[in-house]
T-cell receptor, first 117, second 108 residues
Framework: GAGVSQSPSNKVTEKGKDVELRCDPISGHTALYWYRQSLGQGLEFLIYFQGNSAPDKSGLPSDRFSAERTGGSVSTLTIQRTQQEDSAVYLC???????????????FGPGTRLLVL | QQPVQSPQAVILREGEDAVINCSSSKALYSVHWYRQKHGEAPVFLMILLKGGEQKGHEKISASFNEKKQQSSLYLTASQLSYSGTYFCGTDNTDKLIFGTGTRLQVFP
């Protein structure tokens, strides 16, 4: 079946511009996650959505970052007034349910490579 | 809160074995292992659950020591396709927090 999809696959923008990154999770998956991966680095948690609950925004690095999830499916990550240090691969993942206790696991999309000039 | 992985990098010849370790300062309920090839998304390998249950890969094994808050991934008779960066993820209030990663390179 279809996996997690993300768009665009690559984005080049100028410093100070806003960008929107899109994630389509696997159909039926109630949980959705955003991570950031800088060049050669690990996976940095950004934000987590679970059903209709309030999102866990504890990983967002600044108030320039925001995300929403409409209708419990598609999610958009918005970065306002982009800075060069925002350049990274932004990965989206989804899971059927909660990962707590190992009940489920996360499936990743291919990522969006963002370059801020 | 981020798990620590060791070693940071491993270089192997095809057929050799490797062990990758993941340690956490917090109590672990489950450990998830992923492999990421260059330019690709991380791919799920296995979950290790508190109590010993293991779900996932056929050719790669792992252990989970709840008392020591550690997990180890065992790659035996490595193949070229094993090359990539391995990440462990520990569940933290319904999301995974990933370790620092271990880069594995297997040469012929």
């Amino acid at each position: 079946g279809a996996g997690v999809s993300q768009s665009p696959s690559n984005k080049v923008t100028e410093k100070g511009k806003d960008v929107e990154l899109r994630c389509d999770p696997i159909s039926g998956h109630t949980a959705l996650y955003w991570y950031r991966q800088s060049l050669g680095q690990g996976l940095e948690f950004l934000i987590y959505f679970q059903g209709n609950s309030a999102p866990d925004k504890s990983g967002l690095p600044s108030d320039r970052f925001s995300a929403e999830r409409t209708g419990g499916s598609v999610s958009t990550l918005t970065i306002q007034r982009t800075q060069q240090e925002d350049s990274a691969v932004y990965l989206c993942a989804s899971s059927l349910g909660q990962v707590a206790g190992g009940a489920e696991t996360q499936y990743f999309g291919p990522g969006t490579r963002l370059l801020v000039l | 809160q981020q798990p620590v992985q060791s070693p940071q990098a491993v270089i192997l010849r095809e057929g050799e074995d490797a062990v990758i370790n993941c340690s956490s300062s917090k109590a672990l309920y489950s450990v998830h292992w992923y492999r990421q090839k260059h330019g690709e998304a991380p791919v799920f390998l296995m979950i290790l659950l508190k109590g010993g249950e293991q779900k996932g890969h056929e050719k790669i094994s792992a252990s989970f020591n709840e008392k020591k808050q550690q997990s180890s991934l065992y790659l035996t008779a490595s193949q070229l396709s094993y090359s990539g960066t391995y990440f462990c993820g520990t569940d933290n209030t319904d999301k995974l927090i990933f370790g620092t990663g271990t880069r594995l390179q297997v040469f012929p």
